[in-house]
């Protein structure tokens, strides 16, 4: 039987007081499965990601524990556990990509691996030195995930990862996706059908700031889950 590792009961939050983003939003998280997040543009995906990664604390829920434990988003036992890859990032400009990912490892209390492979798969060897200001967007997303890929954090939080890579890079990552249940559990929001149903082994469906449907195995399809969001054409 699956453990849980991160489970959340009736969570709510807000931006402006008395209108809920999310409301009594209520999942659970298993052990090395790979979790995809899908919902219409302002179903609540990216402030789902935002609030387990700690940076917006106007929430409440009636329980959250991971790995069996009560906990709360911005325990620092918590923090070590993830790392998050978010659709917009331009922190740490005056970084190279080497500096940068030396200073995550060094923060989560890593030893460097080699990501040879991944900076390969992902054609990112003309940019390894360049400050990350500089970079485009599809580089700057590239960073992130070869750092999270690299880092296997127990927890992964990818919030549209897809957007702004050319095709070879995203065919890389459905693979890292895929393959990620290896060292941890990845939860991931997207917009794009085909990300969800290529990698996922759960797929939750956003609606109205909480959790309408959520799909296993094999029901795991196009049409199922187009369905669910009443979407006569491809998302």
Request: hydrophobic fraction near 40%; glycine fraction near 6%; avoid cysteine.
């Amino acid at each position: 039987m699956s453990e849980n590792i991160l489970q959340i009961n009736e969570l709510n939050s807000w931006y402006k007081k008395d209108s809920n983003v999310l409301s009594e939003l209520s999942f659970e998280l298993q052990k090395n499965e790979i979790v995809g997040l899908i919902g219409l543009n302002g179903a609540g995906k990216t402030t789902l990601i935002k609030i387990l990664s700690g940076l917006l604390d106007s929430y409440n829920a009636d329980s959250i524990s991971f790995d069996g434990k009560p906990v709360t988003f911005r325990n620092s036992r918590f923090k070590t556990m993830r790392y998050t890859v978010f659709s917009e990032d331009s922190s740490f400009g005056y970084f190279t990509f080497r500096e940068y990912l030396s200073y995550v490892f060094s923060a989560y209390g890593k030893k460097l691996p080699d990501v040879s492979e991944l900076v390969k798969g992902f054609n990112f060897e003309k940019y390894e030195n360049k400050l990350l200001k500089d970079l485009s967007m599809g580089n700057r997303r590239k960073v992130n995930l070869i750092t999270s890929f690299a880092l296997k954090a127990p927890l992964l939080f990818l919030d549209e990862p897809v957007n702004g890579l050319d095709f070879q890079s995203t065919e890389f990552l459905y693979s890292l996706i895929s393959g990620y249940k290896e060292y941890g559990t990845l939860l991931f929001s997207s917009h794009i059908l085909e990300s969800i149903t290529l990698t996922s082994d759960k797929v939750m469906v956003l609606e109205n700031g909480s959790i309408s449907r959520i799909f296993t195995g094999g029901e795991i399809t196009a049409e199922s889950v187009r369905k669910v969001l009443k979407l006569d054409n491809v998302i």
